[in-house]
Nanobody
Framework: QVQLVESGGGLVQAGGSLRLSCAAS????????MGWFRQAPGKEREFVAV????????YYADSVKGRFTISRDAAKSTMYLQMNSLKPEDTAVYYC??????????????????WGQGTQVTVSS
C-alpha cells in the first residue's frame, strides 16, 4: 500500500506560479512511476505529467509542455509539479498517482494503482 497526499494548491492570477507536492508513505517510493492528473469542472480527468521511478525520464501533456516541470526527491519520498505561466484553463483539481508496473511511461489512469485525494488549483483571469 502507498498513501499519497497532495498539497500546494490555491488561487493564483494568470501568469503566476504554483508548486504542488505529493508526499508518499508506505511502500518504497522509488519503486513507482509517478504521475499528475487533473480534472476540471464538468470534464473527465486528464493526464498532465509523469516521471520514471528513478527520475530519468519525464513526459508531459502538450497542453502543459514548456510551462510545467515534474520532479521527485527520493530522500523525501515526494514528487513535485512546478507550474509556471498558469492559465485559467489550468483550473482543476490536481491528483498525484503511483504506478507499480514497469514498461512504457504510464499516461492512462488505468495504469495507476494508488491515488491521492486531490488539491484544488484555481487560476483567475
Amino acid at each position: 500500500q502507498v498513501q499519497l497526499v497532495e498539497s500546494g494548491g490555491g488561487l493564483v492570477q494568470a501568469g503566476g506560479s504554483l508548486r504542488l507536492s505529493c508526499a508518499a508513505s508506505g511502500r518504497t517510493f522509488s519503486s513507482y512511476d509517478m504521475g499528475w492528473f487533473r480534472q476540471a469542472p464538468g470534464k473527465e480527468r486528464e493526464f498532465v505529467a509523469v516521471i520514471r521511478w528513478n527520475g530519468a525520464i519525464t513526459y508531459y501533456a502538450d497542453s502543459v509542455k514548456g510551462r510545467f516541470t515534474i520532479s521527485r526527491d527520493a530522500a523525501k519520498s515526494t514528487m513535485y509539479l512546478q507550474m509556471n505561466s498558469l492559465k485559467p484553463e489550468d483550473t482543476a483539481v490536481y491528483y498525484c498517482a503511483a504506478a507499480s508496473t514497469r514498461g512504457v511511461l504510464p499516461t492512462l489512469e488505468r495504469r495507476y494503482d494508488y491515488w491521492g485525494q486531490g488539491t484544488q488549483v484555481t487560476v483567475s483571469s
